[in-house]
C-alpha cells in the first residue's frame, strides 16, 4: 500500500479493522510511512479507544514492540428491525455482537411517532441496563419494511405502512438520540447481516425475504446495490406465469407477491378448505405433515424460482439466501426453488451456487442494522469526524 493513499488517520485505521494485531514497524513497512507519522497516528487511535493495546511481539533484540487492534467494544451501536408486527431494538458492538435487545410486538401501521418513540425509549434502556454512556453511542441502524429512500432516510410509498410517506425517520430519531441515524429497507440489512456474520467471503450474494411481501438484497462486487432511488430487488412485483388474473394489492396482475408470500399462500389453502389464515399457520401445517400445505409450499418455491432464474442469468450471484418468515418452512419451499432455477438458468451460471437457507434467521435484520452503522463510523471519513470531534472536547 503506497503512503499516498494512507494520507489520514482513518485510511490507516483500516488495515486494523480485522482485529488482527499489528506493531507500529508492521504498519510503517505495509503503508510506506515514516514510522514518525504512523506513531501520531496510531496515538490518535489510542486516545479514542478505538484501538487497544494487545501485548507484546517477538523483540529481536531490545524492548519487545508492542501491538494493537481493533477495540469492537470502544463504541455502541443501536440496531432495529421494524417489522409490520413487531420491533426489534439491540445493542450490539461495532462488530454486531448483541450486548442486550428488547422485543415487542408494535404494528408499523400504529405511526411513526409511536413506533420511533418507542425505538428511542427502548434504546435509552438498553444503554442504561448495559451501563454504557450514550456518548459512547456510534449510531443507531434501522430496518424498515417498506420502500426507504436511502440517502435522506424517508420512507416512500410503503404499502403496509400508513402514515409513514415521507416521514423524517431520521430527524425524529436524531431529536432524541444526537447521533448519526442510519435508515435502510429491511431486505437490505438483512442482506448486509447474513453476508458479513456467515458469508464474508462472498462477493455476490442475492438475500430473499419471503413473508408478508417478497423482496431481495442485492450484493454486487461486494457492496450493496439499492439501485438509483432505492428500489433495486423489488422482486414481489415481478410478474409469473402462474399469475393471469390474480391481482396484486399493488393493482397490477400476476405478482410474485399475490401468488407466494404467506398471506397469498394461507389464502390459496383457506379456499380448499384448510384452516389457514396468515404464513406461519402455512409453515405449522407443513411441519405437522399436512399434505395441501407442503404442495403449496413447494409450489410457492416453484414461482419463486422463476424469477430467481432470471435474476441468477442477470447478476451471476454465488449464493442465494432464503429468509423471512416463510423460510421457516425448510426444505419445502427450497425444494421448488431449486427445481426451477436449476432447470432454467445456464450451467455456468449454477455450476457453483449454492442456494440456502438464512443462518441468522430472525435476527438478520438487526446484525444489518448494526453493519449499516459501522460501516458508516469506522469508515475513513467517519474515523476521521470522530477523531475531530474527540480534538474539539477535548
Known amino acids: 500500500m503506497l503512503a499516498a493513499a494512507i494520507s489520514r488517520t482513518g485510511d490507516l485505521f483500516q488495515l486494523l479493522r480485522d482485529g488482527k494485531p499489528w506493531t507500529r514497524a508492521e504498519l510503517a513497512m505495509t503503508t510506506g510511512l515514516a514510522r514518525s507519522t504512523v506513531a501520531g497516528k496510531v496515538d490518535l487511535l489510542l486516545n479514542s479507544g478505538l484501538i487497544v493495546s494487545v501485548g507484546e511481539a517477538l523483540s529481536s533484540g531490545g524492548r519487545p514492540p508492542s501491538r494493537f487492534a481493533f477495540h469492537a467494544q470502544a463504541r455502541s451501536v443501536l440496531a432495529v428491525d421494524v417489522g409490520a408486527s413487531h420491533v426489534r431494538v439491540a445493542l450490539t458492538d461495532l462488530n454486531g455482537e448483541v450486548q442486550a435487545e428488547e422485543r415487542t410486538a408494535l404494528p408499523v401501521a400504529t405511526g411513526p411517532e409511536p413506533v420511533l418513540g418507542h425505538i428511542v425509549d427502548a434504546g435509552k434502556r438498553l444503554l442504561a441496563s448495559s451501563r454504557r454512556p450514550e456518548r459512547l453511542l456510534a449510531g443507531v441502524g434501522i430496518g424498515l419494511p417498506g420502500p426507504v429512500e436511502h440517502a435522506t ?20 430519531v436524531q431529536r432524541g438520540l444526537a447521533v448519526p441515524v442510519l435508515v435502510d429497507n429491511d431486505v437490505n440489512i438483512m442482506a448486509l447481516g447474513e453476508r458479513a456474520a456467515f458469508w464474508p467471503d462472498v462477493d455476490d450474494l442475492l438475500f430473499i425475504k419471503v413473508a408478508t411481501g417478497i423482496g431481495s438484497g442485492i450484493i454486487s462486487s461486494g457492496q450493496l446495490q439499492r ?5 433495486a430487488g423489488d422482486l414481489g412485483h415481478v410478474r409469473v406465469s402462474r399469475g393471469d388474473g390474480v391481482v ?4 397490477n396482475i400476476g405478482c410474485l407477491e399475490a401468488l407466494a408470500s404467506g398471506a ?8 380448499q378448505g384448510v384452516d389457514a389464515s396468515r404464513g406461519a399457520d402455512v409453515v405449522e401445517l407443513a411441519a405437522h405433515g399436512n399434505l395441501a400445505a407442503i404442495q403449496a409450499l413447494r409450489q410457492a ?3 419463486i424460482g422463476e424469477v430467481l432464474a432470471t435474476c441468477v442469468n442477470l447478476l451471476n450471484p454465488s449464493v442465494i439466501v432464503l429468509g423471512g418468515s416463510m423460510a421457516a418452512a425448510g426444505e419445502h419451499i427450497m425444494a421448488g426453488v431449486r427445481e426451477v432455477v436449476y432447470h432454467r438458468s445456464p450451467p455456468l451460471a449454477t455450476t457453483n451456487l449454492r442456494i440456502v437457507l438464512s443462518r441468522a434467521g430472525e435476527r438478520a435484520a438487526v446484525m444489518g442494522a448494526s453493519q449499516l452503522v459501522s460501516q458508516h463510523v469506522l469508515s475513513p471519513s467517519g474515523i476521521e469526524a470522530t477523531l ?5 472536547v477535548g
Request: hydrophobic letters at 40%; glycine letters at 20%; one cysteine or more.
Open 248 to 251: 396484486c394489492r399493488c393493482g
Open 301 to 303: 418455491g416453484r414461482d
Open 264 to 271: 397469498a399462500v394461507a389464502g390459496s389453502l383457506a379456499v
Open 153 to 172: 432516510g424517508r420512507p416512500v410509498k410503503p404499502p403496509i405502512m400508513p402514515g409513514w410517506d415521507g416521514f423524517d425517520v431520521v430527524g425524529f
Open 227 to 231: 439501485g438509483a432511488d432505492g428500489t
Open 388 to 392: 475531530t470531534a474527540i480534538a474539539r
